[in-house]
């Protein structure tokens, strides 16, 4: 699912601690998905923040 970071999204995610990266991901090992999604879009930029979050439905929280 495609998200636009808009600034509401960015208050929201301050406002709930929302997670949503690979990295807090209970599927997450050692840089790839357990469950072999391909997850380079899920997992947390290295730099600026891309303009659209891309969540993946099988998100499991740690
Ligand atoms: S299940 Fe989704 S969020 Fe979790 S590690 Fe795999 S690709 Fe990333």
Redesign the pocket.
């Known amino acids: 699912m495609r998200l636009p970071r808009t600034p509401d999204f960015e208050r929201e995610v301050g406002r709930f601690s929302l997670q949503f990266f690979?990295e807090e991901?209970a599927?997450?090992r050692h840089s790839t998905?357990?469950?072999e999604?391909p997850?380079r879009e899920?997992q947390r930029p290295e730099h600026e923040p891309a303009e659209v979050v891309v969540f993946?439905k099988?998100?499991?929280l740690r």
Do not use: L, P, V
């Open positions: 690979c991901c599927y997450f998905c357990a469950h999604w997850n899920h993946c099988e998100f499991e």
